[in-house]
């Protein structure tokens, strides 16, 4: 059976913090979020390599905020990231999906009031 | 009456020193601070901040694809087009100045090496990345202190430039420096290329902070530039990097100097004919 | 251990429940399970992409130093730096795969992995930055715009982002060429010679024939791939023809002309001898490119060693502090 590990991998065993490095093979990833201007969410914008924060942070402004994309940077140790699996897809989210009654439209509005 | 005449003429001479370079290889007259064109010492000034970053520049953009890991190419892509663009500004402002009718393409391409005001620093062969980013890092730490003097000038153009530069410049120091504590500190053999590659480049630092009749002239015009203060600036954010890098200053040396002056290594003819080769070529031309 | 009958029957399934995910125009996500021969058809394709795009950083960086002027310095530094972002795009893409950038990059310098034959031409006057940014550029928008919309959601992302800046490429690839063209003889020469020299691999750029591309029916199954070789090329061609009339150019061949009833530019046979004999190794700078590739990662090795020594150390120190 085929299994697609997708979890990013390093060269050799990582400790939990995920950021040990061995700099003749690969520096550790890091997800980038970029916020596009003030107020706005931080939105994933990809990924830089580096052994770091200083120089991750570095890293994502000249990579992804080059253009005057963000206002702000996070940068977050790639194995710091917990993903819901795919598998959870039904459970996680599909009960979300029937509950009208969390919907503003699910609710009447007495006729003829106008703004509300 | 033998005797005064000798002791004047070394009189001139020792005064002369300074400047006469100057007049020799400017294709514009700066006789000094009182000479008959006034603008120019100005124009000299503004001259050697474009120089400066547009060597630099150059320098750096000869990394293009060859960086240590893709994230540094593009970092060290951004430091060169933030000098160029600097260098863009300041030569502008200096053919403007001048008022010869040469915009700063004219000036770029089409002055000689001797006709370069850059100190001696920017103009050395890239080397290897601890080097460039050693040589990056010396210089940044200056530019940010100059620019930051600079930015309130009583010369609105010039403030001007100095003030949008300053920002980037700040980012540089930030990245060059860090860089530099990383190589320091990192490896046997990346503290060995580093210390070496400081001491080659220590030499080069004084001349950033020698003063000289242009600068004296140009706090006429409200730019008034405390090289003392400056150095003592310069120093405490060298030394403070320098320490975290694991690093030693190196004792003062005999300073190299001349490249304010048009007096430079031999590499800014080569550098030079390899910047100016397609521009030459086509005299007159638009690109 | 598993049963082998009820694997079977369970990859078979889930093959079933992916091809519908993506016949549902559904984009697949790197958590998501996908068929062994998509994965490893996405890295392939991905990883050829990101070395096209650091490869093709070569021939541009080439004439960085000698841009006549100082804003078409700072133009050209920022297109190449931004090949390099592309590269480290796509490069991320293949991560969420499960494969290294270092990995891939190991292939690149052993000359194991392919990149695109255009950068294996050389680069040899100022001109070619235009017809560069004009043609090849325009090509890879070509491509891009429909790769923007393939079936794996981390590559499509990179594309969009990509494509936007691929944009500023093409725009100041096309300007240099129309000043040149609005220029002295000598600048107009310059340009005609650089066409003449590029367009041809340019073409080749789009890959093999349809009727010669191994891997083109089972891309396109699973909605990597959106478009045709062939379709693409003639896009290309039908987009470029008449900007290259709008600034007096001669393209070099003597078979294109408008069919009027198909709307499309007809063109004249590519030569796929040359085309192969490229990707084989034996263009007229697949060493130099590979031989610089080589160069950089060495001289760099030291200094990605002292990054990872020194983050080392302060990890140590904290950890000993805490
Ligand atoms: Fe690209
Ligand atoms: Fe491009």
């Not at chain 1, 939105?43 to 120089?55: F, K, L, P, R, Y």
């Not at chain 1, 963000?70 to 140790?77: K, R």
Request: proline share 5%; glycine share 8%.
């Amino acid at each position: 059976m085929s299994t697609t590990d997708t979890t990013p991998r390093y060269e050799g065993q990582l400790p939990a913090d995920g950021l040990t490095v061995t700099g003749a093979t690969q520096w550790p990833l890091w997800e980038v979020f970029t916020q596009a201007g003030k107020g706005a969410p931080h939105e994933h914008a990809g990924s830089v390599h580096a052994t770091d924060a200083e120089h991750a942070m570095q890293n994502a402004r000249d990579v992804y905020a080059r253009r005057g994309e963000a206002v702000s940077l996070w940068v977050v140790p790639a194995t710091a990231i917990v993903a819901s699996a795919p598998g959870d897809a039904g459970p996680f989210f599909d009960p979300g999906n029937d509950k009208a009654y969390r919907h503003p439209q699910f609710y009447k509005v007495p006729r003829g009031v106008r703004v509300f | 009456m033998a005797d005064h005449t000798e002791v004047e003429e070394v009189h001139e001479d020792s005064a002369a020193d300074v400047t006469s370079a100057a007049l020799e290889v400017a294709p514009y007259n700066v006789a000094g601070s009182r000479g008959p064109r006034f603008g120019a010492p100005l124009v000299e000034y503004v001259l050697r901040l474009g120089d400066d970053r547009l060597v630099l520049g150059h320098r750096l953009s000869e990394w293009c694809g060859h960086g240590p890991i893709l994230e540094e190419d593009i970092a060290v892509a951004n430091l060169a087009l933030d000098l160029v663009g600097q260098a863009t500004m300041f030569l502008g402002l200096a053919g403007e100045l001048e008022g010869a009718g040469r915009d700063a393409d004219a000036l770029a391409f089409f002055r000689d090496g001797t006709a370069y005001r850059n100190a001696l620093l920017v103009e050395l062969p890239r080397g290897d990345f601890g080097f460039t980013m050693m040589r990056q890092f010396l210089f940044d730490a200056f530019s940010v202190v100059q620019l930051d003097a600079l930015a309130s000038c009583g010369h609105a153009q010039l403030a001007a430039i100095a003030a949008k530069s300053l920002k980037e410049a700040k980012y540089h120091v930030r990245h060059s420096g860090e860089w530099v504590v990383r190589l320091g500190d990192g490896t046997e053999e990346s503290h060995a290329r580093i210390s070496r590659s400081l001491a080659e480049l220590w030499r080069y630092t004084g001349e950033l902070f020698e003063r000289d009749v242009i600068d004296d002239a140009v706090e006429a015009h409200g730019i008034v530039f405390d090289h003392e203060a400056a150095r003592a600036r310069w120093e405490a954010i060298v030394h403070d990097v320098l320490q975290r890098a694991t690093l030693e200053v190196p004792a003062p040396p005999i300073m190299a100097s001349g490249g304010r002056r048009g007096r430079h290594t031999e590499h800014i003819g080569h550098l030079l004919s390899t910047m100016q080769s397609v521009a030459r070529a086509h005299p007159g031309a638009t690109w | 251990m598993e049963q082998p009958i009820t694997a079977q029957a369970d990859e078979s399934a889930l093959v079933a429940a992916f091809e519908a995910r993506i016949a549902a125009g559904e984009s697949i996500e790197p958590k998501d399970w996908m068929p062994e021969r998509y994965r490893k058809q996405l890295v392939r394709m991905m990883s050829q992409h990101a070395h096209s795009e650091v490869v093709g950083m070569l021939p541009e960086g080439n004439w960085i130093t000698r841009a006549p002027s100082l804003r078409r310095k700072m133009s050209l530094i920022a297109k190449v730096q931004d090949e390099a972002g592309h590269g480290l795009y796509i490069y991320c893409g293949t991560e969420t795969l499960g494969v290294d950038r270092h990995e891939l990059l190991e292939q690149l310098l052993d000359g194991r992995a392919k990149y695109s034959s255009i950068f294996n031409y050389p680069t040899l006057s100022w001109a070619d930055m235009g017809v560069i940014g004009w043609l090849v550029d325009g090509a890879a928008i070509v491509n891009q715009t429909i790769l923007a919309k393939t079936s794996y959601g981390p590559y499509a992302r990179a594309m969009v982002r990509i494509c936007k800046e691929e944009n500023f490429h093409k725009r100041q690839g096309y300007e240099i060429c129309a000043t040149l063209a609005n220029g002295t003889p000598a600048q107009r020469a310059m340009l005609q010679e650089a066409v003449d020299r590029i367009w041809w691999p340019a073409l080749m750029m789009f890959g093999p024939s349809d009727t010669d591309s191994p891997n083109s029916a089972e891309l396109l199954k699973w909605r990597v791939k959106r478009k045709t070789n062939d379709e693409l090329r003639q896009r290309f061609v039908n987009l470029t023809v008449p900007q290259a009339i709008a600034i007096g150019l001669t393209l070099p061949d003597p078979d294109l002309r408008f069919d009027e009833s198909t709307g499309n530019w007809e063109f004249g046979e590519i030569d796929w001898t040359e085309f192969f004999q490229v990707i084989k190794g034996e263009g007229p700078c697949n060493r130099e490119r590979l031989a610089a590739r080589n160069q950089a990662h060495a001289d760099g090795a030291w200094v990605r060693e002292a990054a990872a020594a020194h983050a080392a150390k302060q990890q140590r120190s904290s950890t000993q502090a805490a």
